[in-house]
């Protein structure tokens, strides 16, 4: 059975964070084990919410602890952090676990800080994210980075260009940028491509998947409405597919790259729909009615549970194929 450890954010009410992966990932029979970064009374969304932040101190007392009780994951999920100090602590875990065993793992890092050239951290968490891409410390063999297009941007320092006029030689520039100091990177995923106006499209998402060498394109259909958690859905679930198609033996894999992202699509559609489905007044509900979506925001929370039962449909002879093909 695969371990994984995640560390993200905690909702007592909703579905974000750790609470949107751990039953997935509980009922895909994967041993996941969490460390909630942030606790807060629901996200961010809804007109209120209360919380507080763990501080790094006590990040590096439970790491310490699974330092010394030997607790081992083959996977490990880095969301939303806070602020440079928990990075850090996290970081220097992951090169103490490195050092210590020389064991294989999967570090899926989604770099969060902004989305539609909207930043929402702190200043020092980017300079950190951007002090990481840079050098070459191991912490990991197999490093997964999940930015969405403007996160690739401030990853880079290529903010000169709005994100909507980016071309595709600017996408392939950023990526060679970070393959050139992250040795250790086996995929750079990003997401968000809708943003430019390449790939502005009513009907799909577009998803790059990129390597060393290939550039894979996924394509997704559509829907047209406000979702909270889906980032880190796909992390959770993208980790355990890549786990299950055994990418952690062998990352030249196209074939298992594209059937493990394949797979966290379907899925993610799956809860999407379902979510879609249960809604009240749905019709009234659109993406740009940002008052009523507020709102309404407890429509709008993942039916996580609810599809659960279903997960068990998805599998290669039912499974809609969303790879598009390779990019030159």
């Not at 579905?15 to 751990?22: D, E, H, K």
């Not at 770099?111 to 929402?120: A, E, L, R, S």
Request: charged share 25%; hydrophobic share 40%; glycine share 4%.
């Amino acid at each position: 059975m695969n371990s994984i450890l995640s560390l993200q954010s905690h909702v007592v009410h909703g579905y974000v964070g750790n609470r949107t992966i751990q039953p997935i990932l509980t009922s895909l029979k994967v041993n996941i084990d969490i460390i909630n970064l942030i606790q807060f009374s629901n996200h961010t969304g809804y007109n209120n919410h209360t919380g507080e932040i763990t501080s790094s101190e006590e990040i590096i007392k439970l790491l310490d602890v699974n330092l010394k009780c030997d607790f081992q994951y083959n996977g490990y999920i880095l969301g939303y952090l806070s602020n440079n100090n928990n990075l850090k602590s996290i970081l220097n875990y992951l090169k103490q676990e490195y050092h210590k065993s020389y064991r294989d793992y999967i570090v899926i890092l989604d770099p969060v800080m902004g989305d539609d050239n909207v930043i929402y951290v702190e200043e020092n968490i980017i300079k950190e994210y951007q002090s990481l891409i840079c050098n070459d410390n191991i912490f990991t063999n197999n490093l997964v980075l999940t930015p969405n297009i403007f996160e690739l941007q401030l990853l880079t320092n290529y903010e000169n260009i709005v994100t909507k006029d980016l071309k595709m030689d600017d996408i392939y520039e950023m990526s060679s940028k970070i393959f050139e100091h992250k040795n250790n990177l086996k995929l750079l995923i990003v997401t968000n491509l809708n943003d430019l106006v390449l790939f502005n499209n009513d009907k799909f998402v577009y998803i790059m998947c990129l390597l060393k060498d290939k550039k894979l394109l996924f394509k997704v259909p559509k829907f047209d409405y406000y979702f909270t958690g889906v980032g880190d859905l796909f992390s959770g679930v993208l980790m355990y597919s890549m786990l299950n198609n055994k990418l952690l033996d062998d990352f030249s894999d196209l074939k298992n790259i594209i059937k493990s992202i394949n797979y966290t699509l379907n899925l993610i559609h799956l809860v999407l729909q379902l979510t879609i489905d249960d809604r009240k007044d749905l019709n009234n509900l659109r993406l740009d009615d940002k008052d009523r979506v507020s709102i309404n925001m407890k429509d709008y929370e993942l039916k996580i549970l609810k599809s659960i039962k279903y997960l068990k449909d998805i599998n290669n002879d039912n499974m809609v194929n969303y790879f598009d093909g390779y990019l030159s």
